[in-house]
Every structure is written in structure tokens, then in C-alpha cells.
């Protein structure tokens, strides 16, 4: 079995890194694909923080008028790009002692950090780098593209000797279908348990309701 002489420092990659570089060539790729793209990830969440434009300087300043509902996802995810840019451009300045040419704005940030990329894929915290340059990126989409479906519990299987929990998919309307409910060892529901199902949906719909708003 052979060893890759110089593996990519990226988790859980296999690939040989790139010369002088700590990273392979593809982990580089998909970090400076994400790092690119950031500042309009960065602008797309802007426009789902409020149905206004002032959300973000009254979140800042610690006021909130009446009537103003933030989401706190998409301001929390802003904010971190904004510290993680920051971070890594503070890092790039102190130790290749370059002029800062940057501000404390994500388009900014990432311009800067794509002219010293390479220096930064060179640097032993490489795989730091690539790591939360992803993560930003995958947050971000999770916040602008958030899951539809649901999964709920209704309980034991009915079928003889199964001793699996029964899962229904709950589509963002609310809606159900036969085909979505199940347990884990195959058992689909029959036609004479779809009134029964529709019941346990609806009480397993109102439980994680008060529950929710119990926390």
C-alpha cells in the first residue's frame, strides 16, 4: 500500500496537496469557488433579514422598533463572515506584513484574500482556512435554502413482530401523502390506516407546536 508523500492537509481528504502548497488542488478549488462567491451569499441574506432596510443597524445598536421581526439566522451567519474574513485578512497583514488594502466589508475581505490565496493555501493553518471558508458558504445556503420537509414521529409500527417506530415526511404545507410514511424496516401504511394516520399526524404536528413554544 503506498503513502501519499505530501497529503492534503484539508479534512478527510486523501489527495496529494499541491507543490508548496498544504492543500490539494480540488480542496483549493472549492475554497476559492466559496470564498468568491461569499459576497453575494453575503447580499442575498441582507434581503432576507427584514420586509425593511433598516433590520441590521437597529440589531447593531441594540433598539428594536415595534413591528420589526429580524431573522436571526441570517444576521448571525453576516456576522460571522464579516469576523472570519477579518480574522484571516488581520492574519495575512501581520505575518507577510502587506499594507491592509481592505475594509471591514465582505466584498472587500474576500478580494483581498483571493489576491493572497495562494499564500494562505502555503500557510500550515491552510486547512483552517479552506474549513471555515466552506462552512460560511454552507451556512449561508442553509439559511437562504432551509429544508421543506419535516419528520415526524407516529409511534410503533403496526405491523406483526416489527418493533421499528413509524416516520412520516411532513411536506412545508403542512401536506402529507401515503407514500411518505413508513418505518425503518420497510412497512408501508395500508389504505385502512390512513384515516388512523391522519389523526396521529395531526397530534404529532400539535405536540412539536407546543413545544416550541414552550422553549
Same mark, same amino acid.
Given at each position: 500500500?503506498?503513502?501519499?508523500?505530501?497529503?492534503?492537509?484539508?479534512?478527510?481528504?486523501?489527495?496529494?496537496?499541491?507543490?508548496?502548497?498544504?492543500?490539494?488542488?480540488?480542496?483549493?478549488?472549492?475554497?476559492?469557488?466559496?470564498?468568491?462567491?461569499?459576497?453575494?451569499?453575503?447580499?442575498?441574506?441582507?434581503?432576507?433579514?427584514?420586509?425593511?432596510?433598516?433590520?441590521?443597524?437597529?440589531?447593531?445598536?441594540?433598539?428594536?422598533?415595534?413591528?420589526?421581526?429580524?431573522?436571526?439566522?441570517?444576521?448571525?451567519?453576516?456576522a460571522e463572515m464579516?469576523?472570519?474574513? *477579518?480574522? /484571516?485578512?488581520?492574519?495575512? &497583514?501581520?505575518?507577510?506584513?502587506?499594507?491592509?488594502?481592505?475594509?471591514? @466589508?465582505?466584498?472587500? +475581505?474576500?478580494?483581498?484574500?483571493?489576491?493572497?490565496?495562494?499564500a494562505l493555501m502555503?500557510?500550515?493553518?491552510?486547512?483552517?482556512?479552506?474549513?471555515?471558508?466552506?462552512?460560511?458558504?454552507?451556512?449561508?445556503?442553509?439559511?437562504?435554502?432551509?429544508?421543506?420537509?419535516?419528520?415526524?414521529?407516529?409511534?410503533?409500527?403496526?405491523?406483526?413482530?416489527?418493533?421499528?417506530?413509524?416516520?412520516?415526511?411532513?411536506?412545508?404545507? *403542512?401536506? /402529507?401523502?401515503?407514500?411518505? &410514511?413508513?418505518?425503518?424496516?420497510?412497512?408501508?401504511?395500508?389504505?385502512? @390506516?390512513?384515516?388512523? +394516520?391522519?389523526?396521529?399526524?395531526?397530534?404529532?404536528?400539535?405536540?412539536?407546536?407546543?413545544?416550541?413554544?414552550?422553549?
Amino acid at each position: 500500500m503506498t503513502t501519499t508523500e505530501n497529503p492534503c492537509d484539508a479534512l478527510d481528504c486523501q489527495n496529494a496537496s499541491v507543490p508548496g502548497h498544504r492543500i490539494c488542488m480540488a480542496c483549493s478549488d472549492k475554497a476559492g469557488t466559496e470564498l468568491v462567491g461569499l459576497p453575494r451569499l453575503y447580499e442575498e441574506l441582507e434581503r432576507t433579514l427584514t420586509l425593511g432596510r433598516t433590520g441590521m443597524r437597529e440589531r447593531i445598536s441594540g433598539w428594536r422598533p415595534n413591528g420589526i421581526s429580524l431573522n436571526e439566522p441570517a444576521v448571525n451567519i453576516r456576522a460571522e463572515m464579516v469576523e472570519v474574513l *477579518g480574522a /484571516w485578512a488581520k492574519l495575512v &497583514v501581520d505575518e507577510l506584513g502587506v499594507a491592509p488594502g481592505y475594509h471591514r @466589508q465582505v466584498r472587500k +475581505l474576500a478580494g483581498f484574500l483571493m489576491v493572497h490565496f495562494d499564500a494562505l493555501m502555503a500557510h500550515p493553518a491552510a486547512s483552517d482556512f479552506v474549513e471555515e471558508i466552506n462552512d460560511l458558504a454552507g451556512a449561508a445556503r442553509g439559511v437562504l435554502e432551509p429544508s421543506n420537509e419535516m419528520r415526524l414521529d407516529l409511534g410503533p409500527c403496526a405491523e406483526q413482530d416489527c418493533d421499528r417506530a413509524v416516520h412520516a415526511t411532513i411536506k412545508g404545507d *403542512g401536506e /402529507w401523502s401515503p407514500d411518505q &410514511v413508513g418505518c425503518e424496516a420497510g412497512h408501508t401504511v395500508r389504505p385502512d @390506516q390512513w384515516l388512523l +394516520l391522519g389523526r396521529r399526524i395531526e397530534r404529532a404536528q400539535q405536540n412539536i407546536s407546543v413545544s416550541s413554544h414552550a422553549a
